[in-house]
């Protein structure tokens, strides 16, 4: 079993910055890929960056590409998202996710461990 705790998320300005970070605990998850997701109101789950365990494979979605950068730190069993010129459209629960496979992949599953979700709110 794998826990997962986010944190970072808050009341921000368009144009802002925040950095979340996520703290893995339980089994090891240090060779497993790890990303973030998010969802709005009424809207479906999306895909935000994921990196791979050796952080040599990163994928983002095309709406934070340039103003978001994921990052981890395997010693500490934490993985960082630092969301720069933030837009209201940005605003969603931010959710952590290791995933169960080998490769990173950018669809989500109910398979893979999740944690609760960070709010992040952008007042334009």
């Known amino acids: 079993q794998v826990q997962l705790i986010e944190s970072g998320g808050g009341l921000v300005q368009a144009g802002g910055s925040l950095r979340l970070s996520c703290v893995a605990s339980g089994r090891t998850v240090t060779t497993y890929p790890m990303g973030w997701f998010r969802q709005a109101p009424g809207k479906k789950r999306e895909f935000v960056a994921v990196?791979?365990?050796?952080?040599?494979?990163?994928y983002y979605a095309d709406s934070v590409k340039g103003r978001f950068t994921i990052s981890r730190d395997n010693a500490k069993n934490t993985l960082y998202l630092q969301m720069n010129t933030l837009r209201s459209e940005d605003t969603a629960v931010y959710y952590c996710t290791t995933q169960r496979t080998t490769q990173p992949r950018r669809e989500w599953s109910h398979d893979d461990y999740w944690g609760q979700g960070t709010q992040v709110t952008v007042s334009s």
């Open positions: 990196i791979s365990w050796s952080g040599g494979t990163i």
